[in-house]
Structure formats: structure tokens, C-alpha cells
């Protein structure tokens, strides 16, 4: 099947699905899935119908340049609206392809962040706050919900690790490329000489599982229950409430302690659970596909250092597509994380396509 057969079979199935929809007879549960479908598909249709009417514009006015009756005046404008037409064309294909890309079938998923603080001490439990501070200023500015899961501090406003539900439309999509090492440079505050350190914390962005995606058997499970503990060992909770989950066939282990609750508890480290072990399952699958990605953008992999924030020169740098922008304290605040994610989203759909092509 060609590619012009291809598109047409995406405007007839969305015919189908807007007159399926329309059916009187039609049960709410399918109707549920049709219009999922629909809502995925209509983009698309609208630009293959935009590209459609570009082309056979173009013909019109190569048609009117090449035709002996056009006197002078109007093949001027049919030339000058032809460069026009030419120039949107490429654009217009570009979108097409990019539409036409393999969803991520995480993308539409909320999100389970996860920041840790990595080398550099009380600096780097420091750096881990900020990070979590961004990530939650940015998700309001989105309109996402931020849920804090578990925050461990340190006393001195730092945070030792953090997670948090953060749940919208797309939030995986456009938070999945920000899973690695992030690396601070800057003068601690506590630093006499003003001597730069530099320190790191690792963000995680895993996909939000549902029950359909994972498959968690009971006898697989450890669950350790204890008393929950504060920063220095201090006791925040006289009950033991706190708890711990082992998978056993993985060996990944979720605590869980902010609730009173021991119930609550568990609904939450579950959640992480299940997080994680679906996040483990598709990084298996990508693990298979590696070989055929050169591309690390988008790979994952938490081991490699992704970005840079220098404070003393006001700059963040992302190393896998050598972005660099003066506007750190916008980016920390959330405002301008946008300015970093675009170009990320950008490259990864380039690789993508060029992996096709």
C-alpha cells in the first residue's frame, strides 16, 4: 500500500467513525472508544486535507503560468502566489509526517516524578528541592495536577529524594525527556571563598500504570511494615505505619511513610510500584530496539548526565542537543522550561523520521 492509499484510508475510517457516532443505536461504551479514536484521527485528516488543497493550488497556478490566454498582470500573481505556496509546502509535509509518526503509548499518561539528590552532599539534597520546586511550578503552569508522594528532607531545606503524581493531559509527553542527571555549578551558601562546587540530582519520569498494564502477582510481593522516621532518625509517627514493598522477581523496592495511615500508605508505594515496574517492562523493550536508535535523546538512560545549570554565568545547557539558554532562574521557575522541552520533543520526532525515511 502506498502512501496515497495509506491517507485515504485515514479519511474514510474517520468518515466511518463520524457517522458510527452519529447512530442513534450506538451503547455508551463504545461510543467512548469511537470518539477516542475520532479525536485521535482529526488532526491528521485536517492535514492531509491542508496539504491536499497546497497541491492542487499549485497545480491551479502552474496551470495558469503555463496557459497563453493568462495576460501579463495575472501570471505576476499566479508566480508570486506559486513561491508562496512552495515555501508552506515543506512545512505542511513536515507536520503530516510527524502525525503520522508510531505513538508513545505512555504519552497521554500522567506522570510519577521521582528526584533524588546524587553527589555533592548538603548542595546536592539542595539542588534536589529546586528541581522538585521547577517540575511543580511548571505543572501548574501547565494546569497539571502536582500530588507530592513521599518527600524525604534533610531539616535544612533540602530534599534527600522526592516524588509526586502529576497528572494532565499529555504530562508524559512532555516530561519523559527529563529523566537523567541533572548537574548544578555554584557557590553554596555556606561556601566562605566563593569557591563554585558542583553537585547532582537524577530525575526519573515514569508513565502512571494501570492495573491493565502491569501485571502484579501476590505472591511476588514482600511487604515490610515499620515506624516511620524524620530527618537524624527523629520519630514522627508512634505507630507503625510506615511501609515497604519488595518485588521480588525484579528486586525494586518502594517505601512509603508521609501517611499516618499504614492503608495509605500502601496505596501510594503500589502506585510507585507500579510505576516503576512498567517503566522497567518498556525499558526492556527499548533496551531490544537500542541498536536500531542513534539518537540518545529520549533513550532513557539515567546514567549519562543530561543538562547543566550554572548559576555564576546564568545559563542552562543541555548536552544532547548542545542547547544552551541565559535564562536560568526563568527555567527554575518553570516559566521557560518550554524553551528546553520544544527543542527536545523536536529532535526526538527528527530522529525519528530520519530512522524512517
Not at 482529526?42 to 497545480?59: D, G, N, R
Not at 510527524?98 to 546524587?118: Q, S, T, Y
Amino acid at each position: 500500500m502506498n502512501i496515497a492509499e495509506k491517507l485515504d484510508n485515514l479519511i474514510r475510517r474517520h468518515d466511518e467513525l463520524s457517522a458510527l457516532m452519529a447512530s442513534p443505536d450506538m451503547n455508551p461504551g463504545d461510543f467512548a472508544n469511537l470518539s477516542k479514536e475520532y479525536a485521535e484521527l482529526s488532526p491528521i485528516v485536517e492535514k492531509i486535507k491542508e496539504l491536499s488543497v497546497v497541491q492542487t493550488e499549485i497545480e491551479d497556478m502552474d496551470a495558469m503560468l503555463h496557459d497563453g490566454d493568462s495576460d501579463a498582470e495575472m501570471k505576476s500573481l499566479a508566480q508570486e502566489e506559486l513561491l508562496d505556496l512552495k515555501a508552506r509546502l515543506p512545512g505542511v509535509e513536515r507536520a503530516l509526517q510527524i502525525l503520522l509518526l508510531p505513538k508513545d503509548a505512555a504519552d497521554e499518561k500522567n506522570a510519577i516524578l521521582e528526584v533524588r539528590a546524587g553527589t555533592g552532599g548538603e548542595e546536592a539534597s539542595l539542588f534536589a528541592a529546586d528541581l522538585f520546586r521547577m517540575y511543580h511550578r511548571y505543572a501548574d503552569i501547565q494546569g497539571w495536577r502536582f500530588e507530592p508522594l513521599s518527600v524525604s528532607d534533610t531539616g535544612v531545606g533540602g530534599f534527600k529524594d522526592a516524588s509526586a503524581l502529576i497528572s494532565g493531559r499529555g504530562v508524559f509527553a512532555r516530561l519523559k525527556f527529563e529523566s537523567g542527571v541533572h548537574r548544578v555549578q555554584r557557590v553554596p551558601e555556606t561556601e566562605s571563598s566563593g569557591r563554585i562546587h558542583t553537585s547532582a540530582a537524577t530525575v526519573a519520569v515514569l508513565p502512571e500504570a494501570e492495573e491493565v498494564d502491569v501485571n502484579i502477582e501476590t505472591k511476588d510481593l514482600r511487604i515490610d511494615i515499620f515506624r516511620a522516621s524524620g530527618p537524624g532518625g527523629q520519630s514522627v509517627n508512634t505507630t507503625d505505619s510506615a511501609v515497604r514493598i519488595t518485588h521480588l522477581p525484579t528486586g525494586i523496592v518502594v517505601s512509603q511513610q508521609d501517611e499516618k495511615s499504614q492503608h495509605k500508605n500502601k496505596a501510594k508505594a503500589m502506585k510507585v510500584l507500579m510505576a516503576r515496574l512498567y517503566d522497567h517492562e518498556r525499558s526492556l523493550l527499548d533496551a531490544e530496539r537500542a541498536a536500531d536508535r542513534k539518537s540518545q535523546v529520549g533513550s532513557g538512560d539515567r546514567s549519562e548526565r543530561i543538562r547543566t545549570y550554572n548559576f555564576p554565568q546564568g545559563r542552562v545547557t543541555d548536552h544532547r542537543i548542545n542547547l544552551t539558554l541565559h535564562k536560568i532562574d526563568k527555567i527554575l521557575n518553570g516559566e521557560a522550561l518550554d524553551e528546553v522541552i520544544d527543542p527536545l520533543i523536536a529532535e526526538d520526532q527528527a530522529a525519528r523520521l530520519s530512522a524512517i525515511s
